[in-house]
């Protein structure tokens, strides 16, 4: 069965950096499309960042920016999501999804055929 586990949240102060990680099971993430989405309380779900596996190109929320990077280990099969200069409003619960078609809405929740859990991240003094 395939399945994304992600770990790595928790609580932090505003300014601080987090890693979360993303690790894919019973399946390869080749060829793939990777995302984060992550969603506040009270709010729809909204895009974070993606990267197109095999060719390493990497997306962008603007809310996130320069302050996110998104990564890739093939060895791991594992995508990461490195968050500095944390601020209260990126407080959510974020996930990871694969799309195997590697499509270029990759903004959409649509695009996505497997979701992880989700992983806390708070963000407060």
């Known amino acids: 069965q395939p399945q994304l586990v992600e770990s790595g949240g928790g609580l932090v102060q505003p300014g601080g950096s987090l890693r979360l990680s993303c690790a894919a099971s019973?399946?390869?993430?080749?060829?793939?499309?990777v995302g984060w989405f992550r969603q506040a309380p009270g709010k729809e779900r909204e895009f974070v960042a993606a990267i197109r596996w095999s060719y390493g190109i990497t997306y962008y929320a603007d809310s996130v920016k320069g302050r996110f990077t998104i990564s890739r280990d093939n060895a791991k099969k594992t995508v990461y999501l490195q968050m500095n200069g944390l601020k209260p409003e990126d407080t959510a619960v974020y996930y990871c999804a694969a799309d195997p078609r590697s499509r270029p809405t990759y903004y959409s929740m649509t695009a996505y055929d497997y979701w992880g859990q989700g992983t806390r991240v708070t963000v407060s003094s």
């Open positions: 019973g399946f390869s993430l080749e060829h793939f499309a």
